[in-house]
C-alpha cells in the first residue's frame, strides 16, 4: 500500500514537471495570434477548364527558407522567389533581359531621364479586394521612400523625389537627378506592389502576409518548413495551371537530390554539379540550366600596397587560371568572365579575358618592383557563393607560382560582411571575395556602386577603394540619358576601362542547375536566381 | 524525496535561468560581426543599416538592452526575429514540437535498443553476441550522422522506397531521422548498460540470490538491472537533454525543420533574440530533465534521499 502511494506520488511529480515546462512554452504562444499561419481565403472551384489527369500539385525544393512575407524587406533570392508569384512588380524582366509590361501598360520617359509617366492596367484587385489602382502604387512608393521605414533596397528607388497620381490609372515619378535605370529597378521584386490596406496595418513592420495580385494567393507558411500558396482563380493574367506550389526547405544539397530522385519533390534547386552527370541518366529527371547574372569577384584594396599599382592587379589576373577554376573546382558549372557584368544584363559587352600567362604575369610583378613577389592576405567568403571558399584555394594555389604568397583568411559571412564593408581607414583587407547579382538587370546596378568612387564604404559597395575619373563621369553620364543606344555605349566604355584597370580578379558567373522531374513542364529558371512556377503545369 | 525538495530545485532554477541570460546575452554581442549590417544586406545604404540598428534597439546601451530584454521575459515575449521579423516564440514553437518528437523517438529507440542490447552484452559476456554487438556500438558511436543519415536515404529511400527522405509531415518521416539520431545513443546506452551489468552480476548480493536458488531471470530482472540501470539513467538523462537542444546535422540532412536548425541559422545571421530565446528554452530543458533523472534515481535506488 505504502510503496503504491509512492509510486502514485512519483507520477504526480512527473506530471507536475511536464505541466511547468509546457506552460514555459505556452507563455510565448499565446502572446500572438496573428502570428500562426492561417489559411487562404477559400478558392472558388475552376469552372470551365479542362480538368487535367493528374493532381496539379507542384513542390519545389529550395535550399532556404523565405526570410519575411514582405516584398519590400525582402534581402535575398529565394524569399523574392516565393514572393515573386503572389505580389508583382510594375515592370517585368523577362528572362533575355528585356523589359516589358507587367502591372504598368505602358510608360513614357523624358528624354533626360528625369520623368517618368506610368499607365497601370485597369481592372485588377489585389488579394484582399482592395482594387488596383494609381492610388495604390502610390501608397507603394510612400513607404518605399520612407526614411522610417528599413527598406534594404531602398537605393533602389532612391532618386526618386516625387510620385504623383495624375489620374486613376496614370502615375507621374520625378527624379531628383537624370536616372535612366530607373525602369530596370522598378523590375525589381523589392519594388513589387503590394496591397495598401495591409500596408497601411503595418506601416514600418513586415506585413505577415504577402497581399498582392498574383496568380497565387498565399495559404500556408511553416517557418523553416514549407511555404504553400493556391491558385488564384481571379488573376487578371493568364490563369496558373497548378492549383497548389509548395516550397519545401531542403538545406543539404544531397538531400535535395535525393529528394528529387525518390520523387518526393518535383523540381530541386541548385544542384551540385557533379551529381548532374547521374541525375541527367535517370529516364525519369532533366536539368535545366540558366546563366546566372552573378558574378563572382576577387576585389583588392586599390588604397593598400602593392595593390595600388595598376601592373600588379594586372599580373594576378594573368597568373590565375579562370578556366581550370572553372572546370575542376566548379565542375563546369561557370563561365569565365570577359566584363565585370554578365551576359543578359543591359550594357553588357564582351571585353576581354586576361589569359593565363605565367611569364607576362612576373613580367608585369618585375616592373612593379616585385620580382620575387610578395606576401599578402586573401579573405573568402565562405559558404555563401557556389564553392567559395575552395574557388580562394585554387587561386592562392595559382599565385604560388609568380610568387605571391596570399595567406587564406576565413571568416563566416555574419563577420566577414561587416568586416569588408568598413570605412577606409578601418579595413584590414587587401583582397577579399564577393559575388554581386546584377538582378535589374541593368549595368547601373551591376557597376555603379561598385566602381564608383562616391560609393566608397560605407556609402556604397565599392570595398576596392577604386577611383577613376573618368569612370566616374561615364558611370554618372549613363544615368542621365534615357537613350538607350547611347547608354549602351558609354558602358562598353566603362567596361573597357574597369578591364584595363582591374581593381577585381575578374573570375567567373556562375550557373543555376536546376534538377526537374520529366513530366513538370513550363519551368522557368532566371537569370536573376529565381525559379518560376506560375506557368508550369504536372502531365 | 519530499516535495519540499522538489520545490526548492524549482526555485534554483531562477538564477541558474538568470545567470544563462545573462551568459547569453553577453556571449552574442561579443561575438564579432555586426547584425545590423548583416541583417540590411550587402545593397544597402548607411541610413538603412543605422535604421535596422535602431530597430533592433542596438543604438541603445547594451545594459539597457538587457534589462528590456529581461522586462519582455516576464511578460513571455521572447522578442521579434530580426532575421524574419516575426515572435521568436512563433519561430521556435514552429519547430519545437518536431525537436520533442525527433528527441523523445530516437531516445526510445535508443534507450529499448541499448538497454536490451548492453543487459544480453553484459550477461553473457565474452560470447559471440557480446563480441558482434559492441563492435556494432563501436560504430554507432564513430560513424558521423550526416553520412549516416544519406546511407540509410540511400537504402531505404531510393532502393527499396520505404521511407521518405525528408521532412517532417507523417510517421513515416520521423524513421530514418529517428534512427540516424538514436544510433550514436544507442551505442553509448547499450556500452554503459553493459559495464554497469558487469560490475553488478559480480556483487554479493547477486550471489546471494542465485544461492537461494531465485532463477537466473528472476535474478538478472529483478535484482541485477534495477541498480545497473542507475548509471544507465544519467546517461539517458544527458542524451535526451542534448537532443531536445536540437541535433543540428540529422535536421540538416533530414530536412527537419527543428530548433538546432533555428539556432545555427539564427547564430549565422547574428539574429540575438532567436538565439537567445532558444538557448535559454533548451537551458530550461536541460534543468528539467536533471531534475526528473534525480527523482528517478530515488525511485531506483531507496537509500538515495535528497533533503
Not at chain 1, 551540385?272 to 540550366?289: E, G
Not at chain 1, 584555394?393 to 569588408?420: C, F, H, N, Q, R
Not at chain 2, 559476456?125 to 560504430?139: C, I
Amino acid at each position: 500500500m505504502g510503496n503504491k502511494m509512492k509510486r502514485k506520488g512519483f507520477l504526480g511529480m512527473i506530471i507536475l514537471v511536464a505541466f511547468g515546462f509546457f506552460f514555459f512554452l505556452l507563455l510565448g504562444v499565446v502572446e500572438d495570434p496573428a502570428a500562426q499561419t492561417k489559411p487562404a481565403e477559400k478558392v472558388k472551384p475552376v469552372a470551365a477548364k479542362p480538368k487535367p489527369k493528374v493532381a496539379q500539385k507542384l513542390i519545389v525544393a529550395s535550399g532556404t527558407d523565405a526570410l519575411t512575407m514582405d516584398t519590400h524587406f525582402g534581402l535575398d533570392a529565394p524569399t523574392f522567389t516565393i514572393l515573386d508569384h503572389m505580389v508583382e512588380s510594375l515592370l517585368e524582366l523577362t528572362p533575355k533581359g528585356e523589359i516589358v509590361p507587367r502591372l504598368a501598360e505602358k510608360w513614357e520617359v523624358s528624354s533626360d531621364a528625369t520623368e517618368f509617366t506610368l499607365k497601370l492596367r485597369k481592372g485588377i484587385k489585389f488579394h484582399d479586394d482592395t482594387p488596383f489602382n494609381a492610388e495604390a502604387v502610390k501608397v507603394n512608393f510612400d513607404r518605399l521612400l520612407d526614411p522610417k521605414v528599413a527598406i534594404r533596397y531602398r537605393f533602389l528607388v532612391a532618386p526618386i523625389s516625387t510620385v504623383s497620381v495624375v489620374d486613376d490609372y496614370t502615375l507621374k515619378i520625378k527624379t531628383k537627378a537624370p536616372f535612366a535605370a530607373l525602369l530596370s529597378n522598378l523590375t525589381h521584386q523589392a519594388t513589387a506592389i503590394q496591397s495598401p490596406t495591409s500596408l497601411k496595418a503595418s506601416w514600418d513592420k513586415a506585413v505577415a502576409k504577402p497581399i498582392g495580385t498574383g496568380p497565387f494567393i498565399f495559404k500556408e507558411w511553416v517557418p523553416g518548413n514549407k511555404f504553400v500558396m493556391a491558385r488564384n482563380d481571379q488573376y487578371w493574367g493568364k490563369k496558373a495551371l497548378l492549383e497548389e506550389v509548395t516550397w519545401r526547405v531542403i538545406p543539404d544539397d544531397a538531400s535535395r537530390v535525393v529528394a528529387l530522385e525518390t520523387g518526393e519533390v518535383h523540381v530541386a534547386v541548385r544542384i551540385p554539379p557533379f551529381d548532374i552527370p547521374r541525375l541527367k541518366a535517370n529516364p525519369k529527371l532533366t536539368v535545366l540550366d540558366a546563366a546566372s547574372v552573378r558574378t563572382i569577384y576577387l576585389g583588392f584594396n586599390c588604397l593598400k600596397e602593392p595593390f595600388n599599382d595598376k601592373r600588379v592587379r594586372q599580373a594576378i589576373n594573368y597568373a590565375v587560371n579562370k578556366e581550370a577554376i572553372v572546370k575542376h573546382v566548379l565542375g563546369g558549372v561557370g563561365r569565365v568572365s570577359d566584363a565585370a557584368i554578365s551576359p543578359g544584363i543591359f550594357g553588357y559587352t564582351p571585353i576581354k579575358t586576361y589569359e593565363y600567362n605565367i611569364e607576362k604575369a612576373k613580367a608585369l610583378l618585375a616592373e612593379a618592383g616585385f620580382p620575387k613577389g610578395f606576401e599578402t592576405t586573401l579573405h573568402p567568403a565562405v559558404g555563401r557563393y557556389y564553392m567559395d571558399a575552395s574557388v580562394c584555394t585554387a587561386v592562392a594555389a595559382d599565385l604560388l607560382k609568380v610568387g605571391i604568397k596570399a595567406e587564406i583568411k576565413m571568416m563566416e559571412w555574419g563577420t566577414y560582411l561587416p568586416s569588408i564593408l568598413r570605412e577606409k581607414d578601418q579595413v584590414e583587407h587587401k583582397i577579399y571575395m564577393l559575388g554581386w547579382g546584377c538582378v535589374t538587370g541593368d549595368a547601373d546596378y551591376g557597376l555603379y556602386t561598385l566602381f564608383h568612387s562616391g560609393e566608397w564604404p560605407k556609402k556604397g559597395m565599392n570595398a576596392s577603394f577604386f577611383k577613376n575619373e573618368k569612370l566616374d563621369q561615364i558611370l554618372d553620364a549613363a544615368r542621365s540619358t534615357a537613350n538607350p543606344e547611347e547608354r549602351k555605349k558609354l558602358y562598353k566604355e566603362a567596361l573597357t576601362i574597369i578591364h584595363d584597370e582591374a581593381p577585381w580578379l575578374f573570375l567567373h558567373s556562375e550557373v543555376q542547375m536546376v534538377g526537374v522531374q520529366k513530366n513538370v513542364k513550363g519551368i522557368i529558371v532566371h537569370p536573376t536566381e529565381r525559379v518560376i512556377a506560375k506557368e508550369a503545369w504536372i502531365e | 524525496m519530499s516535495s519540499q525538495y522538489i520545490i526548492r530545485r524549482l526555485l534554483i532554477m531562477i538564477p541558474v535561468l538568470f545567470g544563462v541570460s545573462l551568459i547569453i546575452f553577453t556571449i552574442v554581442r561579443v561575438l564579432p560581426g555586426d547584425p545590423a549590417v548583416v541583417l540590411a544586406g550587402p545593397h544597402a545604404t548607411k541610413d538603412v543599416v543605422e535604421q535596422v540598428r535602431i530597430q533592433l534597439g542596438l543604438d541603445k546601451h547594451p545594459v539597457t538592452q538587457y534589462v528590456i530584454f529581461l522586462k519582455n521575459i516576464f511578460r513571455g515575449d521572447l522578442g521579434t526575429s530580426s532575421r524574419t521579423g516575426l515572435p521568436v516564440t512563433q519561430e521556435i514553437m514552429a519547430r519545437f514540437p518536431n525537436t520533442l518528437l525527433l528527441a523523445l523517438a530516437s531516445i526510445l529507440v535508443a534507450t529499448v535498443l541499448g538497454v536490451l542490447t548492453g543487459i544480453i552484452a553484459g550477461v553473457k559476456q565474452n560470447s559471440k553476441f557480446d563480441y558482434l554487438s559492441m563492435l556494432v556500438a563501436l560504430f554507432g558511436i564513430s560513424m558521423p550522422v550526416f553520412w549516416l543519415g544519406l546511407m540509410l536515404m540511400l537504402l531505404f529511400s531510393i532502393q527499396l522506397g520505404w521511407f521518405p527522405a525528408v521532412g517532417a509531415d507523417s510517421f513515416k518521416h520521423l524513421v530514418l531521422p529517428a534512427i540516424t539520431l538514436g544510433a550514436n545513443s544507442t551505442a553509448i546506452i547499450a556500452r554503459m548498460t553493459r559495464s554497469s551489468m558487469l560490475e553488478v552480476i559480480r556483487l554479493d548480493y547477486i550471489r546471494t540470490a542465485r544461492a537461494k536458488g531465485l532463477t537466473e531471470k528472476l535474478v538478472i530482472w529483478r535484482h541485477a538491472l534495477k541498480n545497473a540501470l542507475i548509471p544507465v539513467v544519467t546517461v539517458i538523462g544527458l542524451q535526451t537533454g542534448t537532443l531536445l537542444g536540437g541535433a543540428v546535422l540529422t535536421e540538416i540532412v533530414f530536412a527537419w525543420p527543428g530548433i538546432g536548425r533555428l539556432l545555427v541559422e539564427s547564430i549565422l545571421s547574428r539574429d540575438y533574440p532567436v538565439i537567445q530565446g532558444v538557448v535559454l528554452l533548451v537551458a530550461t530543458l536541460f534543468i528539467f530533465i536533471n531534475l526528473i533523472v534525480d527523482i528517478i534515481y530515488s525511485f531506483l535506488d531507496p537509500r538515495i534521499r535528497y533533503h
